[in-house]
């Protein structure tokens, strides 16, 4: 699943969301994204990707189609724009949305061409992208060894433990940026994403890092660093030309996207109050 990725999704719009109080079901690795299992309207099943690249709830357009979701007027539709490709964007009114065992409702997705952002195809996409206007409401845990996805609107029973921790984040928008250290030696600012399946670079990073800089070449670094303690070896990049990213990105400055090759063994929670990062010690 090395290269597969949809993150960054502009531009942000307000959905009506009843917050729930907490969520804890197992997600699905396949494609190397974090994917959970949805029930729409109390009788469509789907797929969603955890997505702390997307501003807001999307949903696939010919999905939507096919269960015959209630398409509602808008603004008019904008292009949305993501790493590999960019869509048309309509809108869907969602009565209901379970995860787990609570629900959301009243929601309003913006429809769009999941297809149209994605080039590799061959292991399928997901049927929507819950982003930052419900994310930022919880403490968001992705436990990566144990498969396992927690929402909370209360803090995390961590919290009592002390067994974490913190590292600072930068909040663009809805992007999540840190720093990251490459090698021990190359400093480039990243975008934290759970919906990118791997890490991508800039060709200038790759320079940077000693590496190929034509796009799509790819390369495994001996280790990347978010501050001093979230830590990962032996870590797969590929270079990607992000330039219609940042430019939708407007003032967010960064050199490429840590994904689930960086994430996927650590256990981390998303404090969007408080705009740390917390790294489970166990």
Partial sequence: MIGRTI??????????????????????????????????????KGRFGIDTGADRLY???????????????????????????????????????????????????????????????RLGYPDGLMGHEILRQFYVTVDYPRRKLEMKMEEPDVFATKK?????????????????????????????????STTLVTPDLAKRLGISSLVGARARMESIQVDDSLSTTGVMVSVRDLKNLRQSAGQVQFEGILGGSFLNRHKITVDYKRKKIHLHTR
């Fill in 7 to 44: 993150p960054f999704l502009f531009p942000a719009l307000l959905c009506v969301v009843a917050v729930v109080g907490a969520v804890e079901v197992p997600f699905h690795p396949d494609r190397g994204l974090v994917e959970v299992e949805v029930l729409i309207d109390g009788r469509v």
């Fill in 59 to 121: 949903i696939d357009q010919k999905f939507a189609e096919k269960n015959s979701l209630s398409k509602v007027g808008g603004p008019p539709p904008r292009l949305i724009v993501g790493v590999e490709g960019s869509s048309a964007a309509s809108w869907v009114e969602l009565r209901s949305l379970k995860l787990g065992s609570e629900q959301l409702y009243n929601l309003k997705a913006s429809a769009i061409d999941l297809g149209a952002l994605i080039k590799d195809q």
């Fill in 164 to 196: 974490f921790v913190s590292i600072p984040f930068k909040i663009h928008r809805h992007l999540i940026v840190v720093e990251a250290v490459f090698n021990d030696k190359v400093t480039a600012p990243m975008i934290l994403d759970y919906c990118a």
